[in-house]
Nanobody, 130 residues
């Protein structure tokens, strides 16, 4: 089993920055056991949506259009940790942010889909005041 624990959320003013972390652990987790790790977010009353993803082996990144140029996903293989640096935050970025991981390469088309991931964290709240 794999455990994902997010941290780094909080309250920030519009235009500010936050960095989220997702630490992965578990008996079966190893740096190369995951094909992708990703961040999703869910605002009140809305569906959970894709934010960004990264391939564990080569660090290739993928972003939702709404965050391109503002958010950066990265990973530290030695620490089994994925980060989401969020800059130029907007009120509409307010949401609970979830970390997700997939041990299987289900193809590029599944990267932005919730069904493409097997493990999820419990989420961390990000609130951007306008």
């Amino acid at each position: 089993q794999v455990q994902l624990v997010e941290s780094g959320g909080g309250l920030v003013q519009a235009g500010g920055s936050l960095r989220l972390s997702c630490a992965a652990s578990g008996r079966t987790f190893s740096s190369y056991a995951m094909a992708y790790m990703a961040w999703f977010r869910q605002a009140p009353g809305k569906e959970r949506e894709f934010v960004a993803a990264i391939t564990w082996i080569n660090g290739r990144t993928y972003y939702a259009d709404s965050v391109k140029g503002r958010f950066t996903i990265s990973r530290d293989n030695a620490k089994n940790t994925v980060y989401l640096q969020m800059n130029s935050l907007k009120h509409e970025d307010t949401a609970v942010y979830y970390c997700a991981a997939s041990p299987n390469d289900r193809g590029i088309y599944n990267i932005p889909r919730k069904t493409g991931y097997d493990y999820w964290g419990q989420g961390t709240q990000v609130t951007v005041s306008s």
